[in-house]
């Protein structure tokens, strides 16, 4: 069926590192596409967002970068932080209001 | 402070009860989410409402009930229909198709 996927369950980088978190998506449908970060116990917070129309988007630290040819999504952290380790989920609107579809996430551990 | 509100951070039941949890948003947003959430797991969508008194079943609705009777709460029963009940339930809100805005969640054990 539709889903959001990530291609990596867990990644661990070292402190000052950049990361880069994948995400491979299945619905060309799809116009909308969203980056959230869930620290152990509380909920998803807003990370960065993107549009179809776009391929990259810069935000403090952290860049999106959309490839619609091959539906994949991916965030991209730099000088990786201790402050920066979470779960990372990606997730898709597939133009039918405000439903999103999440992915399962992907653990970024930090290593001082 | 805007934001989403959720009670309580933590709720135990016994099997068979009926138990409400509870989310309160004053950001003026039309929409509100219910997710659920189990442990090394994503989000899965429990109910939505895009507008006052009007709402709609997600992927999950078996055994979970709500109302949207004023635009700043959107309260969810989990029954005692719901087989598996115990779990961290994320509500969130938007404006229109924007990014979605989630509470701190209510962690539910039911034995």
């Known amino acids: 069926g539709e889903s959001v996927g990530l291609h990596l369950p867990t990644l661990s980088v070292q402190e000052g590192d950049n990361s880069i978190i994948n995400c491979a998506y299945s619905?060309?449908?799809?116009?909308?596409f969203i980056w959230y970060k869930q620290e152990s116990g509380k909920g998803p917070q807003f990370i960065i967002d993107i549009r179809s129309n776009m391929d990259k988007r810069q935000g403090q630290r952290v860049t999106v970068l959309l490839n619609k040819t091959v539906k994949h999504l991916s965030l991209q952290i730099a000088a990786t932080q201790p402050g920066d380790s979470a779960v990372y989920f990606c997730a898709e609107n597939k133009n039918q209001g405000g439903k999103l579809i999440f992915g399962q996430g992907t653990e970024l551990s930090v290593k001082p | 402070d805007g934001g989403i509100t959720q009670s309580p951070k933590y709720l135990f039941r016994k099997e068979g009860q009926n138990v409400t949890l509870s989310c309160e948003q004053n950001?003026?947003?039309?929409?509100m989410y219910w997710y659920r959430q189990d442990p090394g797991q994503g989000l899965r969508l429990i109910y939505y409402s895009q507008i006052v008194n009007d709402f709609q079943k997600g992927d999950i609705a078996e055994g979970y009930s709500v109302s949207r009777e004023k635009k700043e709460s959107f309260p969810l029963t989990v029954t005692s229909a719901q087989k598996n009940p115990t779990a961290f339930y994320l509500c969130?809100?938007?404006?229109?198709?924007?990014?979605?805005?989630f509470g701190p969640g209510t962690r539910l054990t039911v034995t």
């Open positions: 950001l003026n947003h039309d929409a």
């Open positions: 969130a809100s938007s404006r229109g198709t924007n990014e979605q805005y």
């Open positions: 619905n060309s449908a799809s116009d909308y």
